[in-house]
């Protein structure tokens, strides 16, 4: 009986933290980040809403690990899987945000690690 009420107890607190044993669907894709690219933003007024609102919209891409906004350089951070998204693209959805408001002045990509692909013989 009290191993009972223990399980019910971890499962309410699961439950009321939003948490859950359930893993991900496995048809999710895996990002990978193997490119980084720096971005010099123009057009941020403010770092609670103009910088927080870029990082947010980038964040949510396919492919996009990790993004860092820095208000005071006016510089993005964007890790991301090459083979999921590209530089192009993600300047693309910078500077359509708030009625193209935001441009994208310079950028610099690096590639983190390359992944050589080899067929392996299974026979």
Known sequence: MMKFIKS?????????????NISES???TIVVADAKASFI????????????????E???????????IDFET??????????LISEYAMIDVIQRLKD???KVTQVEVEILKSI???KIDTH
């Open 116 to 118: 050589e692909k080899t």
């Open 41 to 56: 933003i123009e057009g941020m007024s403010c770092e609670v809403g103009c910088a927080k609102y870029i990082d947010e």
């Open 8 to 20: 019910i107890a971890v499962f309410l607190m699961l439950i009321s933290c939003g948490q859950s």
């Open 100 to 102: 193209s408001i935001y």
């Open 26 to 28: 496995s048809d999710s």
């Open 58 to 68: 980038l964040e949510k891409m396919d492919g996009v690990s990790n993004c860092e």
């Open 74 to 83: 006016k510089t993005a951070i964007v890790k991301y899987d090459n083979s």
